[in-house]
C-alpha cells in the first residue's frame, strides 16, 4: 500500500547510512508509525491519482481531502472497526430454595464472556457487560489467626467459631467452607529468642518475663495451614480447640508471610473458583519487604508457595512480602480480605486497606467475642460492591469505563470502573471503550481480560488490528507495472522489492547518488535540488511531506505549494479561493490576489434600493461615494445637506396651497414631482404598503398652520407627493372664560388678603389682651408687699 512505500521518499544520501537490514528495520519502523495516520482516512487505488512531485504516501489521507483532489468515494478504501460476542451466556437466576443445586462453574454473574474486538487507529469500539449477582453463591472463608501470646483470651472465643458462624452464613448461602491457620513470627533472631528453653516453649519464666511456668505455649513458627476448607463445622471447632499460642519478642507479627502463602498455595488451602474469604485477625502490627534484613534476610520474597506437611519452611530464607506484591497476588487469586483487628491498630489497617482492593477492616474485641458478627458486616460490605479491573493493557492501547447502577446512577472516570449498594439479584452495566492509537509490531492480536475484582469470572477479549487496507491482500508480485517486474503492484502504486526505489521501482539504491539523475531535479540548471522542497529519487523529485497535511509541495521540481499564496483577514486567500502553486484561484463572485474582492453587490445597497444611494460606486462589496458631500457606509449620510422635508417644503406649500416663498416661481421651480390631494392624513401612503422608500412630512408655514405631505421617488425617476389639502391652524382665544378667570382671580386674591388682615388683627389683640391682664396682676402683688414690710413696726409676731 501506500503506507509501505512511504519509506521510499528518503533523501539519497540516507541510503549511505544504512546497512540493509538496518535500512528495513527503519523501512518498517516508518510504516508502522505511518499507519496511525489511517484514523478517520482513507487510502485509493486509482493509479494515476498522484500529482507530479507527490510520493506515495500522499494516497493515504483523510477522506474528504482525497475526494477534494479528484478521487471518487468507489477507489476509497476506508476500513473500519467492529465488535463481535464469541460467548454470551446468560447471567444466572438462582434461587437459594430451590431443590436443584448448582455446580459453582455453572453459575453466570457476568455477560457476556469472550468478545472479539478490530481496532483501528484513533477509533474506540464500545461494548456493553451486564453484571448480577447471584443468590446463594458458594463461599470459601479462610480464618487467619495470631496465635502470638497476646491473642491467648482470643483464642478461646475461637474455638466454637466453626459450627456458629457455619449456622449464621447458611442464610447467605447453602454451600459454605470454613478452613483455619495460624502465624506468628519468623523463628529468627531478633523476632524470637533462639535459647534452646525459649524455641521450646516461647513462654518459659526468665528474670525479666513477667509469665509464670504455668503458661504452656507451643514452639514459635511462622505460619500454619491447621485445616483445609471443609463443610465440617465440628471438626474446625475440635482442631481449633486443640492449638496453644506461641511467643515472640518483637510488637509486629509476621502477617505478611501467612497471606502470602494463604494465596499462591490454591490446592493447599482448598480454594474453590468461587467468593474467597480471608479473615485476618490480630492485635498487632505487621512486618513488611526490607524487615528480613534485621535477621540477615535478604532475599526478596518469590511469591510461591512453600508449603511442608502444611507448615511454611522459607521463612528464614525469604524477606516478607511487599503490599504491592500482596495486592498482586491477592487480586491474582481473587481473595477478598476481612483485617479483624484491635482498636488500637484500627488506623493503621485502614490505611492498609486502602492499598488492597476489596479488602475491610473490623474492630475486633479484646477478646474476639464479635468475630461472628464482624465478619457478617464485612461480608455484606466487600459483596455489595463490584468493582471491573483489566489485565495490562498492549502499548498504545486505552479503555475507559461507565457504569449504569442501581436506580439509574451513572459513573464515569474511576468512579465509571465500580457500582456499590448491590443487592442479591441486582443488575447492573457497564460501557466499556477501548482504543488503539497505533499498530503493534507486526501487527499481531493482542488478549486482555477484564474481571470483577474478588470474583473468579472475566471476560476474554482479543483484539485484532487494523494495520493495512484490504486492497493489499490483492497485489501483484513481479508486477510490469513495477519495471520490468521489480516490485508488487498494490492499491495503485508498487512495492518495491529490496535494493529498487522510485515510483515506479526503476532504480536501484546503488544508482541514486549519481549526478546525472540529480541534474534532472534541478529547474532550470540551478542549484538547488527539487527546490529545496523535496528529495530526488531516481531522477524525479518527490516532494517532502508538511507537519501540516493541508499543506504540500507539487510540481515536477516541487516548486508549488498550496499555502504561500496572499493572505486576508489572516486567511489563505482571503477563505474564499484555493491556493495552487501559489496563486489564488478564487471562489466565485470573488477577485483580487487574495480573493478579498467580492464582487456581490447587496452589501452597497441603500434603503432606497439603489446601489450605494445613487451617489457612489460599489467596489469589493464597499461603496465609494463620488459626491464629496456624501459618506456612510452606503452615501446615505449627508451632514451639511437639508433633510428630505425641508428640501421639498417651499414646492409643496407653493403648489398645493399658493403660499410660500416660491409662491411667485412655483411653476418654474416646483414643477419636478406629481401633485396628489387627499382629504385627510389617514389617506396618505403608508411605507409598508409600497415596494419603494417613502417619507412622511409634517412642516409649518408662516401664519404657524401645519401640513403634512409624502415623498417618495418610484422607479428610481418619478417623484410623487401626496398631501393633505386642509391646513391644521390653531384655534384663536376664548375672551369671555379668560375675563371670568381673571375676575374670579382678583376676588379670591382679594378675600384671601382680608382673611390674612382679620387673622393678624386678631391675633394682635389677643397679644394686648394678656399684656393688660399681667400687668394688672403685678400691681395687686405690690401692694401685698408693702404690708409685710410695714407689719414689724407694729408688733414682733406678724399675724
Partial sequence: TGIHTESLTLDPPFSTFFTASAYDTFCTTLRLATSTFLSHTGHLRSPDFLKQGESKSARCDEIKSLITKGCTKAKIENPRGSTSINKNKPVTNRKKDIAEKLKPDQITQIQPQKLTLNLRSGEAQTFKLKFKRAEDYPIDLYYLMDLSFSMKDDLENVKNLGTDLMREMMEVTSDFKIGFGSFVEKTVMPYISTTPARLLNPCTSTSTSTNTNTDNCTSPFSYKNVLKLTENGEEFNSLVSKQQISGNLDSPEGGFDAIMQVAVCGDAIGWRNVTRLLVFSTDAGFHFAGDGKLGGIVLPNDGKC??????????????????????????????????AVTEEFQPV???????????????????????????????????????????????????????????????????????????????????????????PPQGKSETITIKPLGFTENVEIILNFICECECSKDGKPLSEMCHNGNGTFECGACRCNEGRIGRLCECSTDEVRSDDLDAN??????????????????????????????????????????????????????????????????DANYTGSACDCSLDTSTCLAANKQICNGRGTCECGVCKCTNPKFQGPTCEICPTCPGVCAEHKDCVQCRAFE???????????CSYFNLIRVKDRDKLPQPADQSYPLSHCKERDANDCWFYYTYAVRNHTEREVYVVDTLECPAGPDIIPIVAGVVAGIVLIGLALLLIWKLLMIIHDRREFAKFEKEKMNAKWDTGSSATTICPLISTTCP
Avoid at 309 to 335: E, G
Wanted: aromatic share 6%; with cysteine; net charge negative.
Fill in 521 to 586: 531535479c534541478r529547474k532550470d540548471n540551478g542549484t538547488d535540488i527539487c527546490s529545496n522542497n523535496g528529495d530526488c529519487v531516481c531522477g524525479t523529485c518527490e516532494c517532502k511531506k508538511r507537519e501540516n497535511p493541508e499543506e504540500r509541495y507539487s510540481g515536477k521540481f516541487c516548486e508549488c505549494d498550496n499555502f504561500n499564496c496572499d493572505r486576508s483577514n489572516n486567511k489563505l486567500c482571503g477563505g474564499h479561493g484555493r491556493c495552487e502553486c501559489r496563486v489564488c484561484i478564487c
Fill in 349 to 439: 489497617y485502614k490505611e492498609l486497606k486502602n492499598l488492597i482492593p476489596k479488602s475491610a477492616v473490623g474492630t475486633l474485641s479484646s477478646n474476639s467475642s464479635n468475630v461472628i458478627k464482624l465478619i457478617i458486616d464485612s461480608y455484606n460490605s466487600l459483596s455489595s460492591e463490584v468493582i471491573l479491573e483489566n489485565g495490562k493493557l498492549p502499548e498504545g492501547v486505552s479503555i475507559t469505563y461507565k457504569s449504569i447502577c442501581k436506580n439509574g446512577w451513572v459513573g464515569t472516570g474511576e468512579n465509571g470502573r465500580k457500582c456499590s449498594n448491590i443487592s442479591i439479584g441486582d443488575e447492573v452495566s457497564f460501557e466499556i471503550a477501548i482504543k488503539s492509537e497505533n499498530c
Fill in 659 to 669: 403660499t410660500g416663498e416660491k409662491k411667485d416661481t412655483c411653476e418654474k421651480d
Fill in 306 to 339: 512453600h508449603l511442608e506437611n502444611n507448615m511454611y519452611t522459607m521463612s528464614h530464607y525469604y524477606d516478607y512480602p511487599s503490599i504491592a506484591h500482596l495486592v498482586q497476588k491477592l487480586s491474582d487469586n481473587n481473595i477478598q480480605t476481612i483485617f
